[in-house]
């Protein structure tokens, strides 16, 4: 699990360790990591807290590997970083919106890069990613066009991957995740188990969470 922070990351992690997965949860900060893996070792499930940022190829290739070390290869990832912020277009400079591509979307190709063609040459292995901004807003120009850039990353990585049985997937976020709302990070983990166990003739690219219909 990358992007392994309070909401969703932990919500994932928790989802799977439920079903007897041991957990690599990494994030950038060490406390981070910690207590999620802390959540998922309360669960009786085997976790490592794992610290790395997305953004740094070499640091994030080394706790990938130090993950699969430990805990063997893994059935599944999860990638769950994003740099979300408000910004309009123009508003940033260019090196502003590499640093949020970074990531959104680079994280997601390199740990991609890393693991997914290992899953390809044991022919099963899931990939599942974080995404959202169904429709791009100018107020979060940054995030659209990072959250576009995933869409197509998955797009590319199913047409590689999934004829060798990798299912490569996105969960789409339509809305602020906020536990006892309509996006409750823990209704939200449900997608991530169930794209996981899809039987192969039935495999989705992509879910959208969105708000419950009104009753009304």
Not at 10 to 38: I, M, N, Q
Not at 102 to 123: E, I, K, Q, S, W
Not at 180 to 208: C, K, M, S
């Amino acid at each position: 699990m990358i992007g392994a922070g309070p909401g969703i990351g932990r919500s994932v992690a928790r989802r799977f360790a439920r079903e007897g997965l041991p957990v690599a949860a990494v994030a950038r900060t060490a406390r981070t990591a910690h207590d999620t893996a802390e959540a998922v070792a309360d669960l009786g499930t085997r976790a490592l807290a794992l610290t790395a940022d997305a953004t740094e190829e070499a640091g994030l290739r080394a706790v990938l590997d130090a993950a699969t070390a430990e805990l063997g290869p893994p059935d599944v990832l999860v990638y769950n970083a994003a740099l979300i912020r408000p910004d309009a277009p123009g508003e940033l400079p260019a090196r502003a919106h590499l640093d949020a591509w970074a990531v959104n979307v680079g994280g997601a190709l390199t740990a991609a890069g890393h693991l997914l063609p290992a899953m390809a040459r044991h022919g099963a292995g899931t990939y599942l990613v974080t995404g959202g901004m169904p429709e791009p807003k100018p107020a979060y120009t940054s995030l659209s066009l990072g959250k576009a850039g995933l869409r197509a990353l998955v797009a590319l990585l199913d047409e590689e991957y999934g004829p060798a049985g990798v299912h490569v997937a996105t969960v789409t976020v339509a809305g602020p995740v906020a536990p006892g709302t309509d996006f409750d990070p823990d209704d939200i983990a449900e997608h991530y188990w169930r794209l996981h166990t899809q039987a192969r003739a039935d495999w989705q690219r992509e879910v959208t969470h969105g708000p419950r219909p009104d009753p009304h």
